[in-house]
């Protein structure tokens, strides 16, 4: 939308075949400025030459996990998804 946005709320969910869903909820303080990203890493992520501007940590996740079937949403605070990303391997 070219303007900042405010992610009070929103969450990533993440869903490997049959498994439970891995959910991440974005710090309460987290504003998405406009025209740049974020990379979210999970607890054991190697970190050693990440730009700390551009990634969080998901301290709760111990790993995004791999599978067959991948399928990860982003959901705002209202939980309307605004993203969706489908991953299938064979």
Do not use: C, H
């Not at 939308?1 to 929103?10: A, L, R, S, V």
């Not at 869903?15 to 400025?33: C, H, Q, S, T, W």
């Not at 969080?56 to 982003?74: D, I, K, Y």
């Amino acid at each position: 939308t070219g303007k900042d946005q405010e992610m009070k709320g929103w969450s990533l969910r993440r869903r490997i075949d049959a498994k439970d869903e891995i959910v991440y909820r974005f710090p309460e303080n987290f504003v998405l400025k406009s025209r740049s990203r974020i990379r979210i890493l999970s607890r054991n992520a190697s970190k050693g030459s990440i730009n700390e501007r551009e990634t969080l940590v998901a301290e709760g996740v111990q790993t995004w996990g791999t599978g067959t079937n991948m399928v990860t949403r982003l959901l705002d605070a209202n939980g309307d998804e605004k993203a969706i990303f489908n991953q299938k391997f064979q």
